[in-house]
């Protein structure tokens, strides 16, 4: 096998230190190489050192693993002067029963100097922040909805039947019930006269839900409930504001999202913070969607295609395409909906659902890619692609239910 990289380095990365092992060719034989590990703390002085020494070593490749954060420290420092590539730890694993941080990082630098690695992603600084902000406000939207569970399963617990009265129970009607019960009143008929709006006409149904053995301590867990999920409040909107300005040079960027169905703003953010809004690093809408992780694995053995889950990829963007995806199926006479409802029949809900997350990556990449807005297809696309079959099985579903179908053409002419 050819050699690309006749000076690499291989790092294993862990929290305290690494071990870097360096491939350099050998001085007494022609065409071998020689190779030695040393360890290297984790702090920025000793990662200088790092540098300076891979340097002096004459390397001309270093290869990491992308190990949780850890590699960060690593890689911001040594891409200063060196050529560093960031690889997954799932596509260079090493050979079974030889699990060690020092042959792990020797095996790194032997896959570098035969170009066996591929890098990974790794955005420019102001999209790494735009992803911290994101992601932070994703972490908190979801511990906040938590917090909104454990309010019920409290209210639950005291016999209050609020929930299955009121959609919302951290709306207005639900908050000012929920402070009066807090104060002290337990009269069903009082608290259900704090109801706003639309639930008012719910007051008998409130009266009932109402009734319970709200105690004391029941008061005390709802006051730290209702608390915590004020500050993650106050939080998520500062959050918001900072992601506002960060996305300034993304306008036009957010604008192009906002033409797909189910894409919200806050979905829109989070696909730009993931992918960085550019899709020139995608060698195409397939590679994109495998990166997301809304296409399935590839396993074919004598010849056959086996049925595989789909694989792993970026969490926050398979998230919002989540979220997105329910949005589009929701979306009357669009195309999302159509494939949703033809694949649901035969599929399952799930599996459709996975579907047309893959269609709305696929058309980010085209409107990313080609600049235009998305262009609608229509709820009757798969109709009016293909006519005849759908007069086939719409004659189908009639005989089915007992009908006699004659068709008569409608004339257009006229």
């Not at 913070?273 to 997301?292: I, N, Q, Y």
Request: charged letters at 25%.
């Amino acid at each position: 096998m050819d050699v690309l990289h006749g000076r690499c380095a291989g790092m294993d990365i862990s929290k305290r230190d690494a071990k870097v092992c360096v491939r350099v060719p050998s001085a007494k034989r022609r065409g071998s190489f020689i190779s030695e590990t040393t360890t290297w703390g984790a702090t920025t002085n000793s990662i200088l050192d790092l540098r300076d020494h891979l340097i002096e070593a004459r390397v001309t490749l270093v290869v990491m693993e992308a190990t949780s954060d850890y590699w960060k420290p690593f890689y911001f420092v040594l891409t200063e002067g060196l050529n560093v590539v960031l690889v997954n730890a799932a596509q260079v694993k090493n050979l079974p029963g030889r699990k060690t941080d020092v042959s792990d990082a020797a095996w790194l630098a032997q896959l570098g100097a035969h170009g066996l690695v591929r890098a990974s992603f790794v955005p420019p600084q102001p999209v790494r922040e735009l992803r911290d902000l994101t992601r932070t406000r994703t972490q908190m939207t979801r511990t906040r909805g938590q917090i909104v569970q454990r309010v019920e399963k409290m209210l639950e617990d005291s016999g209050i039947k609020l929930a299955a009265v009121a959609a919302d129970i951290m709306g207005v009607s639900g908050r000012a019930m929920l402070e009066a019960l807090i104060a002290g009143e337990r009269d069903p008929q009082v608290l259900a006269e704090l109801a706003r709006r639309k639930l008012r006409i719910k007051i008998p149904e409130l009266t009932e839900a109402l009734t319970g053995r709200f105690r004391e301590h029941h008061g005390f867990l709802a006051r730290l409930h209702l608390d915590q999920y004020d500050q993650l409040t106050e939080a998520i909107g500062q959050l918001n504001e900072r992601i506002e300005e960060a996305m300034s040079p993304f306008r036009s960027v957010l604008d192009l999202l906002d033409t797909i169905p189910g894409i919200s703003r806050a979905v829109a953010e989070v696909i730009v913070a993931e992918t960085g809004g550019d899709m020139s690093r995608f060698a195409s809408d397939k590679h994109l969607a495998s990166w997301a992780g809304v296409c399935p694995g590839h396993h074919s053995s004598a010849g056959r295609a086996k049925s595989i889950k789909v694989r792993p990829g970026n969490p926050y963007l398979k998230g919002a395409l989540g979220i997105a995806a329910l949005g589009a199926v929701r979306t009357k006479d669009t195309y999302l909906q159509a494939r949703y409802k033809r694949l649901t029949a035969r599929r399952g809900m799930m599996k459709a659902l996975v579907a047309v997350e893959h269609s709305i990556i696929t058309a980010i990449w085209h409107v990313l890619t080609d600049h235009k807005p998305y262009h609608e297809l229509g709820g009757s696309y798969f109709t009016q692609r293909d006519p005849e079959r759908s007069t086939r099985r719409a004659i189908t579903q009639l005989n089915q239910l007992g009908y006699r179908v004659t068709l008569d053409p409608l004339d257009t002419t006229a």
